[in-house]
């Protein structure tokens, strides 16, 4: 384990289901991230939090909806999914100052949309 | 807005070679990174590169950070199977909390 644990592993969905993926991070820090890893593209930053605040929204579809109950918690709750919405989804945590080793990243989410 | 290039995107190569991965940054970035992924699996963080002229070291890899030329490189001595994996590079955008990803290199070591 990393010490941010994402759940569940593995997701299958329709078109007009609703479900959300969960990161948790107790490593003390207190900026959390949302990234999409597709197969033809880099890696995407979606979502940050600072301080359970949200401070980027990278032009993210409204069909994605983070939340952050508090610094150790990260939601994204998907609803009306298209299959293009396919990817692998990493949450990330840092110190609020990027501390030197950068993000840790969870193991990621592997979401399939049919 | 910070845009990072890796070279090559795909590399296969012999056990006991050594080779380089770039990565080229536009802008001017606070820190550069290096992460591997192997399949299935999360990003690793490998190296943390600082400032001009760092140099860092772990086994068989070995991460260089030029600033003036806007260069990162991963170099990867006597090559051996464990080292298959896509190697990341990060640039840090200055003056914000966030990392910019290269392509990443999809690399091959073949006995």
């Known amino acids: 384990e990393t010490g941010v644990t994402q759940t569940p592993r593995h997701l299958v969905m329709g078109m007009t289901n609703k479900k959300s993926l969960k990161c948790e991070q107790h490593l003390g820090h207190n900026a959390m991230y949302w990234y999409k890893q597709s197969a033809k593209k880099p890696l995407e930053l979606m979502f940050v939090y600072n301080f359970k605040e949200q401070t980027e929204n990278n032009s993210v579809p409204s069909r994605f909806s983070p939340e952050c109950p508090n610094s150790s918690h990260l939601f994204l709750h998907l609803h009306t999914l298209q299959p293009e919405d396919s990817a692998l989804y990493l949450c990330?945590?840092?110190?609020?100052?990027?501390?030197?080793?950068?993000?840790?990243f969870g193991s990621g989410t592997r979401l399939t949309v049919v | 807005e910070l845009k990072v290039e890796q070279n090559p995107l795909f590399l296969s190569m012999q056990e006991g070679k050594n080779y380089t991965i770039y990565c080229n940054y536009s802008t001017t970035s606070d820190r550069l990174y290096w992460y591997r992924q192997d399949p299935g699996k999360s990003l690793e963080s490998l190296f943390v590169?600082?400032?001009?002229?760092a140099v860092k070291q772990e086994g068989r890899l070995m991460a260089s950070l030029d600033t003036k030329a806007r260069l990162s490189t991963l170099h990867i001595t006597a090559a051996v199977h464990d080292l298959s994996a896509t190697y990341f590079c990060?640039?840090?955008?200055?003056?914000?909390?966030?990392?910019?990803f290269g392509q990443g290199t999809r690399l091959t070591i073949n006995p």
């Open positions: 990330a945590s840092s110190q609020d100052s990027l501390s030197l080793y950068g993000y840790t």
């Open positions: 990060a640039g840090l955008i200055q003056g914000a909390q966030k990392l910019v």
């Open positions: 590169l600082l400032s001009n002229g």
